[in-house]
């Protein structure tokens, strides 16, 4: 069991003041751009969350489209998932099937969709390369890892879709390849590999996109959370605790840490989910090569309640997984104890390795499982993006550029956007039920996991 219902209680994972220790935080250089607001400023666009989305927002904006950006984040730049994550950089944001997005909207659009995922791959690694951002990124494809031998013969189906209709590179790797290429494990049955795809150090990308922003003259202001938004006349006023800003559009920008007081129309359609990473001394010699490991593609399993994991470049190993909904200390001791099982039954050998670090946050689902790129029906000039269900380095990056052409060019910059992105999903009925669907959720995948279906 992976996560209780009970009445919260203790840490708050969505406080900006309270410090979030990682191994990224850890490695990561100590300057963070920016400074809060302070005064009265004027802008064009007023862009709420300092992370990928809002970032890749104001970059486009400033740099490609000339409109000016300020960026107000609540904590320091990269605080939420942007600086939490496990560094994949892979395709599909959604949690639906391949027939689920064929069935919503149609063979063409799917198509579309999968390639703005695979652009999106692209071109972040473009601009890692374009900007000089040191952010250890490796690697040129993922494993996706059969924990089944149903599920590895199910993978040929999908190998032959991403080949022939998507234009993807991928090909399946049986239980020998994977072992003779890879790394062995008692629950790997074989693995798809799925091409273009990477691996970053989150925090260091985050903080790299936030210098290229302000080169490219966006305005960053951290620890400056919205207090209060409200219309005067044609502008929108938002207040912080020590300054205002008046904007003609507001995007927002905060994923899986809804502002609800602020936007309710948008921000009462995300729904958080917890996810939580470990990460082990670095590995000897001798221990990697127990499980023949000999690999750094990031790397997730197939399962319903996935696991994702890789190697790091100083010879850790990450491992995470979804769980708990309440964010107390007594789940997170839970889940820590839950993802060592979890790393014992997939590589025994590795089952003493000490745990350095432990951390968790949210990522952000939606009841559409799809992510949301639009305008506010009530408003026009508020505009949002968010729903990446745990595959955001790409998607909230791609994402964020696309929300800057829809401000700057109208209803031409959606034309580049799928329609499986456009409009809002359906609104979570009572805020206080959050946990509850959640619960339910992860509750109903475990348990087609262990039915097998």
Known sequence: MRFSIAPPQSEDLSNPSRTIQSYWTETAPPERPGAPLEGDVETEVAIIGGGYTGLACALTLARDHGVQATVLEAGDIGWGASGRNGGIVSIDCTQLSLREKQRRVGEAETIRFYASQAEAVVNLRALIAEEGIACDASGASVLEVASSPRGYEEMAQQVSYYTQKLGLRARRLSRDALREESFESPYAFGALECA??????????????????????????????????????????????????????????????????????????????????????????????????????????????????????????????????????????????????????????????????????????????????????????????????????????????????????????????????????????????????????????????????
Request: glycine share 10%.
């Open 196 to 453: 273009p795809a990477f691996s970053v150090h989150p925090l260091k990308l985050v903080l790299g996109i936030a210098a290229a922003a302000v080169r490219g003259g966006a305005v960053l202001h951290p620890n400056s959370a919205v207090r209060s938004w409200r219309r005067e006349g044609r502008r929108h006023l938002l207040e912080t605790d020590r300054g205002t800003v008046r904007a003609r559009f507001v995007a927002l920008a905060t994923n899986g840490f809804p502002p609800t007081r602020l936007q309710p129309s948008v921000t009462s359609r995300a729904l958080p989910v917890l996810s939580n990473i470990i990460v082990t001394r670095p590995l000897s010699d001798e221990q990697r090569e127990a499980h023949g490991w000999r690999d750094h593609r990031p790397m997730y399993d197939d399962r319903n309640l996935l696991r994702y994991f890789r190697m790091l470049p100083d010879g850790r190993f990450l491992l995470g997984a979804r769980g708990d909904v309440w964010g107390t200390e007594t789940g997170a001791k839970a889940m820590r104890q839950a993802l060592l099982r979890d790393l014992e039954a997939m590589f025994p050998a590795w089952a003493d390795v000490p745990i350095t670090h432990f951390w968790r946050g949210p990522i952000c689902a939606t009841l559409s499982r799809a992510p949301s790129i639009g305008r506010s029906q009530d408003d026009p000039t508020v505009l949002f993006a968010f729903g990446y269900h745990g595959t955001g380095v790409n998607s909230a990056t791609w994402c964020g550029a696309a929300l800057a052409r829809l401000i700057a060019e109208g209803d031409d910059g959606e034309e580049g956007i799928p329609s499986l992105y456009r409009g809002r999903p359906p609104r979570v009925p009572f805020p206080g039920l959050k946990p509850y669907l959640v619960g339910a959720g992860l509750l109903w995948r475990g348990l087609r996991d262990r039915l097998g279906f």
